[in-house]
């Protein structure tokens, strides 16, 4: 641990402070202007590297990220997300967000549209 002192005490910080990505994902419930909160889902993934992109992808495109240890993806277009750990691959389709927090060996995002429509990705990533 590094100490720090200050005139009104000490103050312990480590060395190389962790770097952290908070996830947070509030819920509501509601009726035309009538909105009630639900609750609020958040965490904090530790992490070496963390990534904030933003990202168009044209129809029949893709983007690749390897190697990462959580996720979130926020679109304005329907999108299929492929998740792979060694040789096994699993597809999942994404209308709006997806927020997971395993580690993965890579994440292809793909927008499966034929027609002229592009993809507005907000892409965030933490590596270990």
Same mark, same amino acid.
């Given at each position: 641990? #590094?100490? &720090? $002192? ?6 312990? %910080? /480590?060395? $190389? ?10 819920? *509501? ?9 639900? #609750?609020?889902? *958040? ?8 990534? !904030?992109?933003?990202?168009? &992808?044209?129809?029949? !495109?893709?983007? =690749?990220?390897? #190697?990462? *240890?959580?996720?979130?993806? #926020?679109?304005?277009?329907? %999108? $299929?997300?492929? %998740?792979? &750990?060694? +040789?096994?691959?699993?597809?999942? /389709? ?11 060996? *890579?994440?292809? &995002?793909?927008? /499966?549209?034929? +027609?002229? !429509? =592009? !993809? ?9």
């Amino acid at each position: 641990m #590094g100490v &720090i $002192q200050f005139p009104d005490g000490v103050v312990s %910080l /480590p060395v $190389q402070p962790a770097t952290t990505m908070k996830y947070e994902v509030k819920v *509501s419930e509601g009726l035309n202007s009538v909105i009630r909160r639900v #609750g609020t889902v *958040s965490s904090y993934i530790g992490a070496n590297t963390l990534a !904030a992109e933003s990202v168009t &992808i044209a129809p029949n !495109a893709n983007v =690749t990220v390897t #190697g990462i *240890s959580s996720i979130c993806i #926020g679109t304005d277009a329907p %999108l $299929q997300v492929t %998740l792979t &750990i060694g +040789a096994v691959s699993m597809t999942i /389709p994404v209308n709006s967000t997806l927020v997971l927090d395993g580690n993965y060996d *890579s994440v292809t &995002i793909a927008n /499966p549209s034929a +027609a002229t !429509a =592009t !993809a507005n990705v907000s892409l965030f990533y933490t590596k270990p």
